[in-house]
């Protein structure tokens, strides 16, 4: 008694994601005198040292697709009867937050959070099927709901919505200030110096686009004979992607990056941030791109609501090329100044420490 609240996280794993990256943007900003997060996870995670060098724990149970429904709903149901010192769950698992919230529902678990960060459900029929089925038992199961952005709640919360709370998924404002400095090395470090740079963050899987992107990108070449394209992430279809590449011999135009850690400094070195996805809850990546005065040319499928009316973003049809061609074309003609201060993003809603003391509150609430 008298330590600070202890907030169990729910997610699949605590790798790079969007998702994952706001929580550990939360977690290094939050008074961890005051509360302090933990994870059940179901993998491995690059940021779990992290997270038990700032005083969490990691918990692991296996994922559903190990051990089916049945089994995975027993190793939840065993988790939360052996710690019932958790009184607060955080769950970040979209329509799978249905499960684990029935689970902590019938296991005593007085504050139940489920937590919406997309638009969309990813995988094939039979997953969708089992996602909406474990969607349905979220308005019973959870207390409390958040979302990204109102989109994102209209997805998931669907008739409840108005009970929702939109928690900004706010940066380290002062890490993405645009440095010139920064940016020559960046693009010295990338053999990139001469170049106009393309450039795009996101794991390699359907709703990123990657194929759109690189066809796009094809065709951007035969208009800005400088262009270059740099890819920060990895997945599942990284290969697909790099074999596309090679067989529109775009080799040696293409940069895959991998996950990385410095995606502060790499924006630094873009001039164009391209971002085609098929849906988004309210991307992270976004709001860094505009963080460092980067212009972003977005699809049109995702929320309004992650334009900060800075004048840096512009949406472009998925079913059409030539407005993403147009749209770069005229950034490549014109130099723009990448002076953004950390208050204007502040104002926005946008500044990690206001989200961090919000969070505060809202868990002392609870």
Same mark, same amino acid.
């Given at each position: 008694?008298?330590?600070?609240?202890?907030?169990?996280?729910?997610?699949?794993?605590?790798?790079?994601?969007?998702?994952?990256?706001?929580?550990?943007?939360?977690?290094?900003?939050?008074?961890?005198?005051?509360?302090?997060?933990?994870?059940?996870?179901?993998?491995?995670?690059?940021?779990?040292?992290? &997270?038990?060098? @700032?005083?969490?724990?990691?918990?692991? &149970?296996?994922?559903?697709?190990?051990?089916?429904?049945?089994?995975?709903?027993?190793?939840?149901?065993?988790?939360?009867?052996?710690?019932?010192?958790?009184?607060?769950?955080?769950?970040?698992?979209?329509?799978?937050?249905?499960?684990?919230?029935?689970?902590?529902?019938?296991?005593?678990?007085?504050?139940?959070?489920?937590?919406?960060?997309?638009?969309?459900?990813?995988?094939?029929?039979?997953?969708?099927?089992?996602?909406?089925?474990?969607?349905?038992?979220?308005?019973?199961?959870?207390?409390?709901?958040?979302?990204?952005?109102?989109?994102?709640?209209?997805?998931?919360?669907?008739?409840?919505?108005?009970?929702?709370?939109?928690?900004?998924?706010?940066?380290?404002?002062?890490?993405?200030?645009?440095?010139?400095?920064?940016?020559?090395?960046?693009?010295?470090?990338?053999?990139?110096?001469?170049?106009?740079?393309?450039?795009?963050?996101?794991?390699?899987?359907?709703?990123?686009?990657?194929?759109?992107?690189?066809?796009?990108?094809?065709?951007?070449?035969?208009?800005?004979?400088?262009?270059?394209?740099?890819?920060?992430?990895?997945?599942? @279809?990284?290969?697909?992607?790099?074999?596309?590449?090679?067989?529109?011999?775009?080799?040696?135009?293409?940069?895959? @990056?991998?996950?990385?850690?410095? &995606?502060?400094?790499?924006?630094?070195?873009?001039?164009?941030?391209?971002?085609?996805?098929?849906?988004?809850?309210?991307?992270?990546?976004?709001?860094?791109?505009?963080?460092?005065? @980067?212009?972003?040319?977005?699809?049109?499928?995702?929320?309004?609501?992650?334009?900060?009316?800075?004048?840096?973003?512009?949406?472009?049809?998925?079913?059409?090329?030539?407005?993403?061609?147009?749209?770069?074309?005229?950034?490549?003609?014109?130099?723009?100044?990448?002076?953004?201060?950390?208050?204007?993003?502040?104002?926005?809603?946008?500044?990690?420490?206001?989200?961090?003391?919000?969070?505060?509150?809202?868990?002392?609430?609870?």
């Amino acid at each position: 008694m008298g330590g600070p609240i202890r907030v169990l996280h729910v997610v699949v794993n605590m790798n790079r994601g969007g998702a994952e990256t706001l929580l550990m943007n939360l977690y290094r900003n939050i008074d961890r005198t005051k509360v302090q997060f933990d994870f059940l996870t179901c993998k491995e995670g690059v940021f779990d040292k992290e &997270i038990k060098l @700032l005083g969490g724990k990691v918990h692991r &149970i296996p994922y559903v697709t190990e051990k089916g429904h049945f089994g995975f709903t027993k190793a939840l149901n065993s988790f939360f009867k052996g710690h019932p010192e958790y009184k607060i769950v955080h769950s970040h698992m979209d329509k799978m937050s249905g499960i684990i919230l029935e689970s902590a529902r019938r296991c005593g678990v007085p504050a139940r959070i489920a937590h919406s960060h997309n638009t969309h459900s990813e995988g094939g029929t039979a997953a969708k099927l089992y996602k909406w089925y474990a969607g349905r038992k979220i308005t019973a199961s959870a207390t409390h709901m958040l979302a990204c952005s109102n989109a994102a709640a209209d997805w998931l919360f669907e008739k409840k919505v108005d009970s929702a709370k939109i928690l900004k998924n706010g940066i380290d404002c002062s890490k993405f200030s645009y440095s010139p400095d920064i940016r020559k090395r960046v693009r010295e470090s990338l053999k990139l110096k001469n170049n106009f740079v393309i450039g795009h963050v996101g794991r390699f899987n359907e709703q990123k686009n990657h194929y759109f992107l690189i066809d796009l990108f094809y065709e951007i070449t035969k208009h800005v004979p400088a262009a270059k394209l740099v890819l920060a992430g990895d997945g599942p @279809l990284r290969k697909e992607i790099e074999k596309k590449v090679c067989d529109l011999e775009l080799d040696h135009r293409v940069h895959f @990056l991998g996950v990385r850690e410095d &995606i502060h400094h790499l924006v630094q070195g873009m001039d164009v941030f391209l971002f085609p996805s098929l849906h988004e809850g309210l991307p992270v990546t976004l709001i860094e791109a505009q963080g460092s005065g @980067l212009p972003c040319i977005i699809s049109d499928t995702i929320t309004e609501e992650v334009d900060m009316g800075i004048n840096l973003v512009d949406f472009c049809p998925l079913d059409e090329i030539h407005p993403w061609i147009e749209a770069v074309k005229a950034i490549s003609q014109t130099a723009s100044p990448r002076r953004i201060s950390s208050e204007t993003l502040a104002e926005k809603g946008y500044d990690i420490k206001a989200s961090a003391q919000w969070s505060e509150g809202f868990y002392s609430a609870i």
